[in-house]
Structure formats: C-alpha cells, structure tokens
C-alpha cells in the first residue's frame, strides 16, 4: 500500500493572544482602531438600524431594512472587540458587545437557526438560496467572533449560541439522504468552522468544512439545482446581465463563486477575491488539520499563479469591479481597478496559514507586503474612513464624469461608510489581531516574520521563551530582539531576510554573525540565555521596482519602494497631472522622517521632470518636443494616500534615464 | 439701430456631383464601397428581416422584430447608393434602390407619416416619445437619401415622399398652438432639412429646422413634459440606471442629447457624440443659409473646446462606451475608449461646414485627420465587415475576460455586421460622397483641401474651370494639379498647406513660387491658361507625436504620424505585449511601399527595444533593471488595424532616448 503524502506544518501559528504589539506603526494602528475606529463602528451600525434589526424591532414598512450581511458585520465587529479588549481591557466596549450578543442568544430559534435577514424578511425562504443569499456566510462570521470571544474573555455564552447553530446547519447539510448536498455562494464558513473545531476540539465541524470544500464544484452544480428548486432557470437567466456576471465566458458556471471545478483542479484564482482568499484560507486550514496533501498542492499551485501574475505591487488583488473579480494574467490596471480592502485581508489571511507549512519568506513578503500597503490603506489616518476600492492611480474627474456605474464604493478617497460595509468591521479585526502574524514556532525554535515593537512568550521544546522585539520599522531598518528563555538552552531563532532587502547584517550580542540562510531567513541557531540580544540591520534604500513586460499598463515606469513600503504622489504634494512626472535621477533622493505628517511618516523627495502646459495654448498634439522643467517629485506611503485635499495620485511612474534630453 | 453681425461663408462647398474621384486610396475605397459595401449591405438588410418589415410583411411574434432605426438604415444606404450611382451608373443597383423606394412610397400614410417600427410596433404611440425613439431621426435620415436619390437620378419620387412626410412634421411640430413644442432625442432631422430646403426650395423646411434648433434645451424641458404626458415621471426614474445615464451628473438633465441648455450658450461638447456632432453640424448649416452669427460663434467655441481637449489623434471622439458620450477635458484613455465611427463620420461633416466660414485650415485638418484615421478604420479592406468602436489600444484577453457590459458592438476588430447598425451604412455614404470635401469655390477662385487623384469641374467668376489632381498622396507627398480654365482669367487657386507639414514648396509651370499663405493655404493668384500645372511638394518624414501633458494615458509616449496618417502596431508584426515596446531611435526609420500588404501600404520599421520575458520566471516585479533586446519595430497606418490576425494593437508607443541604457 502506498501512503498518501501528508500536509504537515514546519512552523506552528501563534495564538494573537500571544503577542503584546508594543508600539511602533501597528501599535498605533491598534490604538487607533481600540479607541476610534471600534467604537464609531457601533455607532454607525446604529445609525443604519442594525441594533434594531438585531433586536427584531424592525417591521416591513419600516426604513433600514436589514441587509442580508448585517450579522457579518456584527460577527468581524465582535471579532475585532475581542481581539482587541484582550490588550485594552475596556468594561464599556465589553459590556456593549455583551449586549449584542445577548440579543443574539434571545432571537436564536430553538433549532438553533440564527439569521436577522431571514426572520425578519423572508421567514419561509431558509436554506433556499444559498448560491446568493450569504446565509451561511453570515454564520461563519458569527462563529469567528464566537471564538475570538470565548478565547478573549473566557465567556462561553456566544461560543454556545454559535455551537448550536452549527449544530443545525450540520444537521441540515451533507452528504448524508436528506441533507441539503450544498455550500454557500460566497466562502468563509469553511474557515469558521476549523476555528470552531480548534475552540472546542469537536471534529464534526471540521468534518462540515471539509464537506463543504469536497462538494464544490461537483456536477451536476448544486447552484444550478437549488436554482431549479426555486423555479429559476439559470441556463436562460444567464442572458440576464445580473446572471451572466456569475458566468464567466472563459470558466464557465460558477466560476464567479469558485465552484466551476472540484477545489483540487482549480489551477488559477478566478472570480470573487474575497471569496477566493476565504477559500483558499479554508483549503489550507483543512491542509493543516487532515493532512490533506493534495488540498496544500492545489492552494500552492494557486497562490503562485496570484502572487506571480495578479497581484499588485501593494498586494492588493481583483482588478474588475465587475464582480469584484480576477481577470486575467498580468492584467493589473492602475486607474480602472477594484482591488477590494477585503480581498487583501484575505490574502494575509492565507499567505499566514501558507507560511507555516513551508517557512518560506515568500509568503511571509506577501504577507507583509499586503499589511503595509492595501490593508492599512483600507483605513484613514483618523481610524474612521475607509476605503472599498484601492486604486493604483486616481484621476478624481474621471468619477465625476462618471457612468452610473460608479457606486458610492467605487468613489476613490475615503468614507465614513458604505451600503455594503463588508470591508470596515474586516480591517477593524485585522489591525487588532495583528499580533499573530509576527511569529511563529517551530520544533526547534521561534520564527520571526514582521518587525514591530513587541513582546512574544512562546513555548520552545518545552521552555517559555519571551521575546521582546524593538524597532522602528518600517521607518528604519534596524531591528532589535531580546531573547529570554525561562532556562538557557539550545534553540532556533529564525530571523526573516525580506525579499525586498538586498543586504542585511546579523548581529548576536553586538557581534556580527554569519548565519545559514534557509528560505529566507538567518537561522541563529546557539545556546540562548536570558538577555541575549539579536540585531538584525537592513539596508533600506529607495529601490525603483519595475513590472514583468506583460503588465501592459507599467512598462516604461517604475514604483518607488523603501522596505515594506510602496509609495506614491499625490496632487496636494506635486499639483496635477501626476501622469506626466518622470523620474531623472535616482542616486539623489532626499529620505526625512516628518514626525509632524499624517502621524509621523517618512517621505520622499526625488528630482524629476515634467511638461509645463504653458507652451500648449490650444494645441492636443504637436511633433515632439523634449523640453522638459525640473521638478522636486514629493511620495508618501501609498497607504497614507487619501487623507488630506482629494486629488490626484499615482504609484507607477514614467523613469526616464539621467541623460538629459537629445 | 445696431446692424447684427453676420454669418458669411467666405466658400462654397461644391456638390459630390461635381468631383470626380478618379483613383488613389479614395478612388480604390470608393470601388470596394460600390462593388462589395453597398450590395453586401443590402444582403444584410435582408438577412435581419429589414426588407420585409419595410413591406409590412412582418406580424406580432414573427422573429425579427423591427427595430426603431432600421428606417435610418435603408435611408444611409439609399443614400450610398445614390452617390455611388453617380460614378459607377449600375442599373441592377438602381433597381433595388427603387424598389426600397416604391415600399416606403407604397407604406406611406394619406397623412404623410412613415415610420416602419411605429407602423408595426407601436401604430398607437406615433409622436409620444420624441426623447427615446429616434421617430424624427429616422425621417431626417430618409428625407437625406431622397435628396441625394433625386440629385443623382433626377427621379422625384422619394423625394416627394419625403416633402410630404416633412410637410406632416411641419403640421404637427412648431411653435404655434396645438403643435408639438418638442425636437428628437437624437438629432439628424435639423441638417436633414436644410438639405431638403436647398433641394427644394421651400423655405418651410429651413424654418422648421431653426425651429427644433432654437428650442432645444428651453426650459421646462420638453422631454420632462413629454415624459409627463407619457406617465414617466423623470425625476423620479432619475434614480434607475437607465435614465440616469442621460442624467449627466455635471451638465444636469438631459445634457446626453444636448438638449440641457439652449445650444447657443452650450460651451464644451457634452453628451452622446454623434447626437453632438449631427447637431452642431446643422448649427452650421443654419448660420450658412440664415446668416445667424450666434448660432456660428457657439459652433465655434464648441470646435475649439472639441479639437484642442477631446479629440484622439486619430480623429475619433467620444471616448465612454456608457452612453457613446464624451467624458471631460484631456481624458483621451486608448484602451478603455469607444470612438464609434459615426462620431468621426458627423465630426467630418462638422468640420467641412466650419470650414466654409472661415477658409481656415484647421478645419480641413481635422477633417483629413479624420477621414484618414478613424472614418477609414470603420470598413475593413475587404469592404463587408466593419468597427463600430475604433480603440487606440487592444489587448484582447480583455474582451474574453470581459463583464457582461461589453456589447457586440464594443468587440475590437471586424464585424459583419451589427445589431445597431447605424455605422456600416454611414461609412459607406461618406466614402461615396467623398469628392465633396476635397475642393471648393470662393469668389476669386477654387479651394484645394484635400489630396487625391481627381477631377472637379466648378464656376469660377462665370467661367467654367476644370481642375484635375495626380499623386499618390497619401502614400507620397507629391501632388499635381492641372488648371484647365474655359477661359483664361486671373483667378486664386487656393491650396491647403497641411497643419501637419513642417515644409511644403509649390510650383507653376515648373518653377518654384513664393506663394503668399492666408489661414494655412497657398494662395496662387495668376492669370491661368488651360493646361498650368500647379505641383506641391510635401515634405513627408516619420514625425514623432507628444500629447498635452494633461493626456494621462500618453505621457511618455510619442504617436508615429506620415503625413496624415497615424500609424499603429500590430501583434501579428511585433509579437504580444506591444505596450513594453520602446522607440529609441527615430532616425533610423525604414519607409517602405509594401503593394502586396492590405491592398498596398506604406510601412514603417524603427529602431526599438523590449524586455524579454525570459529572465522574469515566477517574477512579477523586481528592482529596475535596464538590460533590453534591440528590435525592430514595424507600423502599418492606423486605420488598416484588424485586418490580418486579430490581436494585439497600439498607437502610443514608449519613447526613450537613445543614449542606451544607464
């Protein structure tokens, strides 16, 4: 008998209860997102009536009618609450959430059902359309906050309700006659549930969620049944445009919902980002915990063909805000994209589970890459604004001469909410666990893969070991560990070497140290004791990034990176017509760290070159000229774009060479 | 009292009966349109059930339901015909004009009314929806096929037809009581009129066009209280997508069919495109023939918004596929665009209008740059498949990936046909018709606008003066003119010194002049004998085009122009991923006549760079590297895009300076 490969993790995930984020960038964002951002959330989930619907006050005729995702939004705000009262103890924030889950437990019906759309809207149409109705999205969402409660304050209450509607939705769905043999048109309950299994240890759940992976795809598609079920005929629907949307011409039916195909033979992410990030995120969770090698095959085979040819450089993915979809390789257009908040919360999210089976620094330089750029664009400076889409390039006219197609999500900038506010209460939860993508453990030792000031007590062969790390990262590229083990001994400190970072020096108790590197990062292998302090220096130049020749919208241009950190140019810096800077001269580049800039950031200032319209009066076109005026071209972090004046920005821009013109 | 300023055409156009296209590119299209556009056409026509609704042969549940345009169709094509006959004298193709001509006198009304989709859709709706169902536009189209059907033949019929459908509009639209106060949705009745009045002489016809002219855009807007009477409330369907896509955020109500202010105050071309452009044309055309200046210095003011902010190189227009409109100043996007062919068709007509006001080479410039670029891109060389949308850029994966908002129509490349199809049967009456725009006359003598082997033969101070040009333009900058004068007189041959010409030299007889130039034209004032030849000496190199800096989408790229023609590159010439092509040495360019290569073409080949993809294995962005393979870039003229192997196409290519890499 052939044995089956195995799945199995080299590295072992910390709890985000593990890490004290300190300081430093994400302890501000954390500070931020405690004290701002989770609390206006609330409020503007109040404004809209969602505490009421929640409560069941609502009545058809009554405005605010409640979506179908509002308990989403409640299970990431849950999530994010107790991620975050496990560092800022906030008995007001508790006793809030309390009260919301309280009204949970009082409307769940004795079958353990619980949604506030379909009790209040459509009480008789349960279970009836999956493929658009996020029902049981909803319930994962619940069930992931649910499990952040519990392991936050050890209050059992919401874990209980949520067990109990798993309960349900296991008795009602499976392979078993009588079972609805079916999954969810958008993904995530998948990924609750192994959290679910992992709190409580009870093995039907991660049985669910792997049904629920096993069964998509399989013909005859379960949406085209279920459709049928309810009197519509997909095949002529899909004439419809609402329907063709979700038929995409070059993978057929479903594809949208990543459910064209059994998961294992999805070679290329296709469809909804953020459905595909959750899934994935699943197929590497159920990887883990049922040594499932053939589920890690496929989800390496898919995260290479995203990361290598449709990802943006801010780790941002799904360029098509038709579908809030993938489109095709090496389609990455900077002005006409989506790249949702969301989608990219996704992509951390499975780039962290990826990680740990292979203890590659390629899915850690995403990871990191994402956080710096897309996710912590998805939140204003002030902590409440957001943005939906995360454009590369915005030129603000092209939105007010608009089509109608522009929705309020689309609108470049900020905004203090959305119709469909997936993505807020998303970055909320994510800044606020933020802690436990930093480390990792393995069998001999503790893996280190973001910088940020903070402290980790983790268990190495069976000794506490403490590390506390001190830095300012990304401003600067000198990072500082502090080892203290419970008892000196023998272990592994593995140390990421960024991808993006062309030099970097160890030093081990002030002394530099030649350590092997093993994909991409220092392994310090040597006797630990109290005290012992690791320094790790990292070159941080400007580095001028340019893009495979088939991403049609980049040739000719370059971004502007230092570390982690994309950066870009705004109009309240550099005037209009972004478009038409070029760089002249990278070798002299002014770095200064402004405390008093959007919170304290490090800014660029680049000499470039550009065409005065002065010389143009009423003229479109004209044999070329080179005549060209110099300028000082001013970049910020891409994620900082959008907090001061709207206007203009830009990531990629024209690099001409040095040698003035001919 | 104050004497009003008037409008006075310094030219007079000459009718397309009095040039003779004899060979040259225009002579060839002309050949393709008589002998495979204009019977293919009608085998089209057939083949969607045209004929037969048009016979009245077509009932409820039939297939091939009529469509409201299809009228305008038979109209365009009548008028084709009509043009072409007058060259190629074809008795078969004169049969099946006439027998369309004995349907529609056969299906006219006692009252005069006609309209085929009224007829047998809606018979009880006639007049109910001038906003939306093009019932005016259709008889404007008609009414200008009868026209030409009679200057051609001489036969009367259809154009009876139409004086009596004209004359039952004229009863039931105008100012005074008890008719309708209203004008179409979209505009071609206006210039229609104008054509029946001159044919005609009725002045009733001019009248009712300033009429709809004059109350377009009055408040309360007619379509609002049309809408009214209908049982639509506007402002409050405002808010379904439909309508507020005529909605336009910045101009306000109903400023998609320019009907938003009264035209004489409207200062930028807003809205649908060849709405814009049939409207400012029969401006024109009024300010012509009732000397209204105001109507002449709107036209003006909109030319320059127009050709100075929003106009392609290739003289397309209209860049948003969302309601075929234009968007704002500078925004010229070349992939994401739309240019349909009968925006540069009415862009053409507009252009040689303005033209006769001020004998003013910056109309006949863009009116050559247009016909040479995007009106010529319309019709493939085979002459029976067609563009409706003329992109700048294609990169196909983007149509097969594309959301379901991508029509037939929007598809890159050739079609046989459409289901609007308002472009083929446009394409082909301007080709037919295209003697027209290259000559006129003024007081003192005959204007040369455009170049191409053939003959005209026009009054000139009483004498009868026959003009006849040899060349081989646009291929070769060579042009001969032969004067053949009835009667030796001093008069002004007038010849166009092209904008795009950075040195002409003209000769008479064989010796160089020095020939004053008045707005662009060479004016050669002389006693002429029969037999003076005229020959003007075009320099012709590659030139290298910039765009105005505020041009997003252009900076740092230049367009290949030779002569009026704006070339492209192709991916069966040059592999995928044009867009990473670079120019780096213009000097260098081969030009070569390639008689065997889509019916004869002058190609280019130039010294260029891209990266290979080679070195880029599982890499989507890495730091800037410069190392870049030589090439040669091959160009064939723009408007003979997609006619070989569909793929790949460009116009703005990358342009590096030559000091090689740093």
Redesign the interface.
Known sequence: MIRQAQAVQKLAPISWKDTNVLGGLWGRRQQINHFVTIPSQYKRFEERGSFEALKRNWKAGDPNAPHPFWDSDFGKWIEAAAFSLAKYPDPELEKLVDSVIDEIAENQQSDGYFNTYFDLIEPDKKWTNLYYMHELYCAGHLAEGAVAYYLATGKRKFLDVMCRYMDHIDARFGSEPGKIHGYCGHQEIELALVKLYRATGEERYLKLSKYFIDERGKQPYFFELESLQRGVDTEKTANQ?RH??YY???HGPYAEYQSHLPVREQEAPVGHAVRAMYMYSAMADLAADTQDKTLLDASEKLW?RL???Q?Y?TGGIGP?S??ERF???Y?LPNE?TYNETCASIGLVMWAHRMLQFNADRKYADVMEQTLYNTVLSGVSVNGDEYSYANYLAV?P??F??????IIDKMMPGRHKWFNVACCPPNVARLIASIGQYMYSTSEDGIYVHLYNDSETTVDVKGNRVTLTQQTNYPWEGHIGLTIMPETAAEFTVAVRYPGWC?HAEVKVNGNKVDAPIVNGYFMLNRNWAQGDVVELLLDMPI???????????N?????LQRGPLVYCMEETDNA?????L?LVDETDIKVQYEADLLDGVVTLELKGQ????SS?E????????TQKTDVLVKAIPYFLWANRDPGEMLIWI??????G??
Chains 1, 2 share one sequence.
């Open positions: 445009q063709l949307k995409l011409k070059e290479d990361t290598q040819r990802m450089i098509s038709d579908g489109t095709f390789d389609d006409y030129y006219d092209r007010k001469y608009a089509s109608t197609l062309s580095q001028l990034v340019e893009s495979h020749p088939s991403v049609r919208t040739s000719g241009k370059v971004a209009r017509d972004l478009s038409d070029s550009r065409r005065e319209t143009w009423g003229q479109l076109y004209r044999p070329v000229q024209n690099h001409n060479c040095s040698c013109s001919h």
